[in-house]
């Protein structure tokens, strides 16, 4: 991928303007928008590689513009949020966002942010090509079709619901899934024991999968929100 095009929606001028110098800085090219009319605008027109996106936006719920994106295009969406509040992000993610970025942030958290949905799209990328049977990703390796993972060779002895939750996780490598999201994958419902029955399946699995539980390489807690599979070297 030559140097990534990025659009930035956001409404507030000082803060697009650190975002910008920011990813002008760094050898990203970018676009922006002020609003929502201009965003879905620029979406279409720019076909850009990552969209960050202000959920408080004058014109448009942010919400509403990540429903209309995704209704032609799966382009990853970082949205902005100045809320502290879990439920706007939670309803961001659910209505096809990719990762959240919380206000005030800092400039290594925008890019840090940034560099995990670019390896995310170069791992999608390479999965078009690839076999699809099999998921590497560092020492980690699932054989879709023998139904089976594999970490550093050895075969993981996994019950059928934490193989089912490593899949999940798996296959959407990159991208935080919201507690609600998994547990309908994976039980067809989410109600608050489905919760927490996730979170223990959670605590079995990473034993299993992590040679360190508490600091996790692989599977990432987003607190009172989900989970996210990072992409290992
Ligand atoms: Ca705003």
Not at 127 to 156: H, P, Q, W
Request: glycine fraction near 4%; proline fraction near 4%; hydrophobic fraction near 40%.
């Amino acid at each position: 991928m030559n140097n990534p095009l990025v659009l930035v929606v956001e409404d507030d001028l000082p803060v697009r303007n650190l975002m910008t110098t920011t990813l002008k800085t760094h050898a990203y090219r970018y676009k922006t928008a002020a609003n929502a009319a201009e965003a879905l605008l620029m979406a279409s027109s720019h076909n850009p590689d990552v969209v960050f996106l202000d959920l408080g936006l004058p014109d448009m719920d942010g919400i509403e513009v990540i429903r209309q994106i995704r209704s032609w295009s799966n382009m990853p969406i970082i949205v902005i949020s100045a809320r502290s509040d879990d439920a706007d992000k939670i309803e961001a993610l659910d209505a096809g966002a990719d990762d959240y970025l919380t206000k005030p942030f800092s400039v290594e958290e925008l890019l840090a942010r940034l560099r995990v949905t670019i390896r995310r799209l170069a791992l999608m990328n390479s999965d078009s090509n690839a076999d699809r049977s099999v998921y590497t990703n560092g020492k980690l390796e699932i054989n879709y079709s023998a139904g089976c993972a594999f970490m550093n060779g050895e075969e993981l002895k996994l019950t059928p619901m934490e193989y089912k939750l490593l899949c999940l996780l798996a296959k959407n490598t990159g991208k935080v899934l919201t507690h609600t999201y998994i547990t309908q994958n994976i039980w067809g419902r989410s109600w608050d024991n489905d919760i927490a029955s996730l979170r223990v399946f959670m605590v079995t699995l990473r034993k299993k999968l992590e040679s360190a539980p508490g600091s996790p390489r692989y599977i990432q807690t987003h607190i009172g929100i989900g989970y996210r599979m990072l992409k290992v070297d």
